[in-house]
């Protein structure tokens, strides 16, 4: 752009000043305008200004200007040179061409109509133009000076006292997380061993009971049958009472039953705090354990729902294809299910499903043998006990198990829902990926492979990876 400014401009016209005004505020040497770095105090000179063809602008710059730009950088040459046409001075120069002419050339010549300027007005104004070009590099590099020294070193200052906040932020913070996570394990591994001591003493009491329970029992048998094979026949029609009342006694001992206090309660080791963080670690690296290859099954796919080439994609159609897809037995034929490609019996695991484009839609898990035929609950996701889903219908959410419904109060409506399956610990959880809340948890006591699971009657759902 510098080089346009130096070939490519017009002489000020008349009445305007060809420099900016200074400022009279005390500068440093550094900061003083370029007319005094190179020739002494010409502030006299740029308070009166000057115009093109009138007196050269800066005397002592025009000084040395020409004893060092003309000579030096061969700008404007000092030896005289002549027009090789009209043999005449170059005393003019050709705006339109760009070089030095005769008067003749400007009048007669090539260059007759052009915009021309004598000699003197255009190097006035070239040198003009240097002054201002340099004087506006002092002020850029001026500024350059305070910038770094104002700017950045308060900005320094700043980082290091924000960074300081930062770090005594970010340790308060993992401190108060880390001991209200070492006092719940604390208390949750009492609890334990409090649910442990009590089936222990339980299991005591059972071992003690029902064996002292066996030894009398033995005691009436052997009895019974020392009756039964050493008495004589007149002792054992006379001794029918005694035998009653020995059969009575074992009777009377009981049958031993399993019973719930006889284990440990499933929820003694779990709590909502335990659980809310792990679910914000799981969630925070969901690429860890996602599964990238999780497709629909088109085995399993509805007829009325239609599936995309890459087997992501579940749309719902309204009416029934002309030719429907051939029978297959692990095809839902009532109900608009389909299944994920990916047996689940193991490890830790979560996929995403954008909905946003449903208002009606199930997403969850079911046995892999979920029956698939009919119009029964038993192939209605949700309303089964093989099946566990998130439901969106009708402008609610809900979670559904074994016909049982939990209604949800979501803020917003998600765009998308996460599931994460963690069998080792038997947890479902139900996620929104954007902000990582958690929608619903539990953790049912999985028996057997699941297959992530859906169903759509609005528009579609996509798999997202």
Same mark, same amino acid.
């Given at each position: 752009?510098?080089?346009?400014?130096?070939?490519?401009?017009?002489?000020?016209?008349?009445?305007?000043?060809?420099?900016?005004?200074?400022? /009279?505020? !005390?500068?440093?040497? !550094?900061?003083? *305008?370029?007319?005094? +770095?190179?020739?002494?105090?010409?502030?006299?000179?740029?308070?009166?200004?000057?115009?093109?063809?009138?007196?050269?602008? #800066?005397?002592?710059?025009? #000084?040395?200007? +020409?004893?060092?730009?003309?000579?030096?950088?061969?700008?404007?040459?000092?030896?005289?040179?002549?027009?090789?046409?009209?043999?005449?001075?170059?005393?003019?120069?050709?705006?339109?061409?760009?070089?030095?002419?005769?008067?003749?050339?400007?009048?007669?010549?090539?260059?007759?109509?052009?915009?021309?300027?004598?000699?003197?007005?255009?190097?006035?104004?070239?040198?003009?133009?240097?002054?201002?070009?340099?004087?506006?590099?002092?002020?850029?590099?001026?500024?350059?000076?305070?910038?770094?020294?104002?700017?950045?070193?308060?900005?320094?200052?700043?980082?290091?006292?924000?960074? %300081?906040?930062?770090?005594?932020?970010?340790?308060?913070?993992?401190?108060?997380?880390?001991?209200?996570?070492?006092?719940?394990?604390?208390?949750?591994?009492?609890?334990?061993?409090? =649910?442990?001591?009590?089936?222990?003493?339980?299991?005591?009491?059972?071992?003690?009971?029902?064996?002292?329970?066996?030894?009398?029992?033995?005691?009436?048998? %052997?009895?019974?049958?020392?009756?039964?094979?050493?008495?004589?026949?007149?002792?054992?029609?006379?001794?029918?009472?005694?035998?009653?009342?020995?059969? =009575?006694?074992?009777?009377?001992?009981?049958?031993?039953?399993?019973?719930?206090?006889?284990? &440990?309660?499933?929820?003694?080791?779990? %709590?909502?705090?335990?659980?809310?963080?792990?679910?914000? !670690?799981?969630?925070?690296?969901?690429?860890?354990?996602?599964?990238? /290859?999780?497709?629909?099954?088109?085995?399993?796919?509805?007829?009325?729902?239609?599936?995309?080439?890459?087997?992501?994609?579940?749309?719902?159609?309204?009416?029934?294809?002309?030719? @429907?897809?051939?029978?297959?037995? #692990?095809?839902?034929?009532?109900? @608009?299910?389909?299944?994920?490609?990916?047996?689940?019996?193991?490890?830790?695991? /979560?996929?995403?499903?954008?909905?946003?484009?449903?208002?009606?839609?199930?997403?969850?898990?079911?046995?892999?043998?979920?029956?698939?035929?009919?119009?029964?609950? &038993?192939?209605?996701?949700?309303?089964?006990?093989? /099946?566990?889903?998130?439901?969106?219908?009708?402008?609610?959410?809900?979670?559904?198990?074994?016909?049982?419904?939990?209604?949800?109060?979501?803020?917003?409506? *998600?765009?998308?829902?996460?599931?994460?399956?963690?069998?080792? %610990?038997?947890?479902?959880?139900?996620?929104?990926?954007?902000?990582? +809340?958690?929608?619903?948890?539990?953790?049912?006591?999985?028996?057997?492979?699941?297959? *992530?699971?859906?169903?759509?009657?609005?528009?579609?759902?996509?798999?997202?990876?």
């Amino acid at each position: 752009m510098m080089t346009e400014e130096l070939t490519d401009f017009t002489s000020p016209k008349d009445g305007e000043e060809t420099s900016p005004a200074v400022k /009279s505020e !005390a500068m440093s040497p !550094a900061e003083q *305008p370029i007319f005094a +770095a190179l020739g002494g105090d010409t502030s006299s000179s740029v308070a009166a200004g000057n115009k093109p063809g009138g007196g050269a602008k #800066a005397p002592a710059l025009t #000084a040395v200007m +020409a004893t060092t730009s003309d000579n030096e950088s061969g700008i404007f040459s000092g030896e005289s040179e002549t027009c090789v046409e009209h043999e005449s001075e170059l005393d003019w120069f050709c705006g339109t061409e760009l070089k030095l002419i005769c008067s003749h050339c400007a009048i007669v010549g090539s260059c007759h109509g052009h915009s021309v300027t004598p000699l003197a007005d255009r190097v006035t104004a070239v040198r003009n133009h240097l002054v201002d070009v340099c004087e506006k590099m002092q002020l850029q590099a001026l500024r350059m000076e305070r910038f770094i020294e104002r700017t950045l070193t308060a900005k320094e200052q700043k980082l290091q006292v924000a960074a %300081s906040m930062a770090r005594e932020r970010v340790v308060a913070r993992v401190s108060a997380a880390r001991e209200a996570l070492e006092e719940e394990e604390q208390r949750l591994l009492e609890e334990v061993q409090r =649910e442990e001591e009590r089936v222990e003493q339980c299991l005591l009491t059972q071992r003690a009971h029902w064996g002292q329970a066996m030894v009398s029992l033995s005691q009436t048998r %052997s009895r019974l049958v020392h009756t039964l094979t050493h008495s004589p026949d007149a002792q054992l029609a006379t001794g029918i009472q005694e035998i009653a009342e020995r059969v =009575e006694e074992a009777e009377g001992v009981g049958q031993p039953c399993d019973t719930e206090q006889l284990n &440990m309660r499933p929820g003694c080791s779990d %709590s909502q705090l335990l659980r809310g963080m792990w679910a914000t !670690a799981m969630l925070h690296r969901p690429k860890a354990h996602g599964l990238p /290859s999780l497709k629909f099954d088109e085995r399993t796919a509805n007829p009325l729902l239609l599936l995309s080439d890459d087997r992501c994609t579940l749309t719902f159609l309204h009416k029934k294809p002309p030719q @429907p897809p051939p029978y297959d037995p #692990a095809r839902f034929d009532c109900w @608009p299910n389909a299944l994920g490609s990916l047996s689940l019996s193991s490890g830790t695991h /979560s996929w995403v499903v954008d909905v946003g484009h449903s208002a009606a839609f199930k997403v969850g898990v079911c046995y892999v043998g979920l029956q698939r035929k009919g119009s029964g609950d &038993m192939a209605r996701l949700g309303h089964n006990d093989q /099946s566990w889903v998130l439901s969106h219908y009708d402008g609610e959410y809900s979670f559904w198990h074994a016909g049982e419904k939990v209604l949800l109060r979501l803020a917003t409506r *998600p765009q998308r829902v996460g599931v994460l399956l963690d069998w080792l %610990s038997h947890t479902l959880l139900f996620y929104e990926p954007e902000s990582a +809340a958690v929608l619903h948890c539990v953790t049912p006591n999985f028996s057997a492979p699941l297959l *992530p699971a859906f169903a759509v009657t609005d528009q579609s759902i996509t798999i997202l990876h």
